[in-house]
């Protein structure tokens, strides 16, 4: 009777979360070797491929082992990690594919565009004359309102 008292919220939570387990999630598969991928990188922390859709040549994906979904649940590790893999990646790419510029991009939650609930980093080669269109409406802001919202962020940060 304990056990399903304290069972029911963390499914609930998990189910809010994030639709996937660990054991269906295609990244996690992936770092294991057990669902096709053309890899980058891997060791024991990270792992990065390529993205299996293309919109720009080369996009590559970089990945922390774990089954972590989002960025609320990474580690400080974890994250130096991937942005140490995204440094030496990046200048790779470039080499590779003669890019003009590249892009990081990373989501967390469906109303950000997060698809596959394990974090991963994008990393988007970007080219003179490519198709990429990324559209951000222009919103210049009162500082009296930057201020305020750069306060409440202020206040709720614990390091
Ligand atoms: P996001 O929308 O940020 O969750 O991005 C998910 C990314 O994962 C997309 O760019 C997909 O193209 C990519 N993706 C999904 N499945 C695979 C797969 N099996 N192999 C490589 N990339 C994948
Ligand atoms: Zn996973």
């Known amino acids: 009777m304990a056990a399903a008292q304290t069972a029911a919220p963390s499914c609930r939570k998990k189910l809010y979360n994030c639709p996937m387990t ?18 980058v990188y891997a060791d024991e922390r990270i ?29 400080g590790e974890q994250a130096a ?10 200048q790779a ?19 950000a565009g997060q698809e596959v609930f394990h974090f991963h980093l994008h990393l988007w080669p970007r080219f003179w004359g490519d198709r990429l269109r990324i559209s951000v409406p222009r919103s210049l802001t009162p500082r009296a309102e930057l201020d305020r919202m750069a306060s409440e962020i202020r206040a709720r940060l614990d390091f």
């Open 81 to 90: 990690w991937v942005m140490q893999a995204a440094v030496q990646i990046a």
């Open 47 to 75: 792992a990065a491929f390529m993205d299996i859709n293309q919109p720009v040549p080369y996009k590559t994906l970089i990945i922390p082992r774990a089954h972590v979904e989002t960025i609320y649940d990474l580690s």
């Open 93 to 111: 790419i470039r080499a590779a594919s003669n890019c003009d510029g590249l892009m990081l991009s990373q989501s967390n939650g469906a109303a």
């Open 22 to 39: 660990s054991q269906d999630c295609i990244f996690c598969q992936i770092a294991a070797g057990m669902s096709p991928a053309s890899i």
